[in-house]
């Protein structure tokens, strides 16, 4: 079981997290839904282990295996996909064919020797993916991982997304595709301006006679921007 208890993070003078408290099952596959600048990539940054909460206390993901894919990643010039998982699989201690393996699953056997700086947006989303899964991951944190997916790759993901639930791993994801949000997720926290807004199950949404994004308006229209 994942615990955040009253975990808080502050940069300068802005607060992008105010003390934050959830509880997430094992097997659960949970959205972190929410505004530009709401606070979901400091949370699942602070899952990760990227960032230190400035306050409050994160259990159930120190002993476990953890698999992060972050919105983006620098990588240096020069580096090709095949090169860079190498890089990565050797970090880690994994298995040099389980490379081959993911690159083939995220459809980039073919494009593994290019450069990543040719790469579209689309490609560097399933290399993130097939960096994330490299190590067979219970726990899979993923910063906005439809972004950029044409809808082909959309439904891989979901696929994806649904193989690893059957294996009983934790996912939890951001997203903005409320559409993709509701077909894969069992529950939804709804951030805004770093606070935790509603935490309901997907089925909500779901039965909601609102279109999602209609319901994420009316969620969050209402509530001020506090002064900081
Ligand atoms: N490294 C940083 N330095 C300064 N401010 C930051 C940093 N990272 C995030 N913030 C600020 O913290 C707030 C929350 O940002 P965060 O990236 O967590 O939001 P988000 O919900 O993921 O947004 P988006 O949907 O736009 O990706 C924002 O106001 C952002 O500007």
Same mark, same amino acid.
């Given at each position: 079981?994942?615990?955040?208890?009253?975990?808080?993070?502050?940069?300068?003078?802005?607060?992008?997290?105010?003390?934050?408290?959830?509880?997430?099952?094992?097997?659960?596959?949970?959205?972190?839904?929410?505004?530009?600048?709401?606070?979901?990539?400091?949370?699942?940054?602070?899952?990760?282990?990227?960032?230190?909460?400035?306050?409050?206390?994160?259990?159930?993901?120190?002993?476990?295996?953890?698999?992060?894919?972050?919105?983006?990643?620098?990588?240096?010039?020069?580096?090709?996909? +095949?090169?860079?998982? !190498? %890089?990565?699989?050797?970090?880690?201690?994994?298995?040099?064919? +389980?490379?081959?393996?993911?690159?083939?699953?995220?459809?980039?056997?073919?494009?593994?020797?290019?450069?990543?700086?040719? %790469?579209?947006?689309?490609?560097?989303?399933?290399?993130?993916?097939?960096?994330?899964?490299?190590?067979?991951?219970?726990?899979?944190? !993923?910063?906005?991982?439809?972004?950029?997916?044409?809808?082909?790759?959309?439904?891989?993901?979901?696929?994806?997304?649904?193989? %690893?639930?059957? +294996?009983?791993?934790?996912?939890?994801?951001?997203?903005?595709?409320?559409?993709?949000?509701?077909?894969?997720?069992?529950?939804?926290?709804?951030?805004?301006?770093?606070?935790? *807004?509603?935490?309901?199950?997907?089925?909500?949404?779901?039965?909601?006679?609102?279109?999602?994004?209609?319901?994420?308006?009316? *969620?969050?229209?209402?509530?001020?921007?506090?002064?900081?």
């Amino acid at each position: 079981m994942i615990k955040l208890e009253q975990v808080s993070k502050t940069y300068g003078s802005h607060t992008a997290l105010h003390p934050f408290s959830a509880t997430i099952q094992p097997g659960t596959c949970l959205a972190l839904c929410g505004g530009n600048g709401a606070g979901k990539s400091t949370l699942l940054s602070i899952l990760a282990g990227i960032v230190r909460p400035d306050s409050g206390r994160v259990t159930g993901v120190e002993q476990r295996h953890i698999g992060y894919m972050p919105d983006s990643l620098q990588i240096p010039a020069g580096v090709s996909a +095949r090169r860079w998982l !190498m %890089y990565m699989a050797q970090l880690r201690g994994t298995k040099r064919n +389980r490379i081959e393996e993911v690159l083939d699953m995220v459809g980039l056997t073919d494009a593994a020797g290019r450069e990543l700086s040719s %790469y579209s947006r689309g490609m560097m989303q399933r290399l993130l993916f097939a960096q994330m899964i490299l190590d067979e991951p219970d726990i899979l944190l !993923m910063d906005e991982p439809g972004n950029g997916l044409d809808p082909f790759w959309v439904e891989e993901w979901k696929q994806w997304i649904e193989a %690893y639930r059957k +294996r009983g791993a934790t996912i939890i994801f951001s997203s903005h595709l409320l559409h993709d949000v509701l077909a894969v997720s069992e529950r939804i926290l709804l951030m805004h301006n770093g606070r935790l *807004l509603k935490d309901e199950p997907a089925e909500a949404w779901r039965s909601d006679v609102r279109s999602p994004e209609q319901r994420f308006l009316d *969620l969050t229209k209402s509530i001020p921007i506090p002064d900081e």
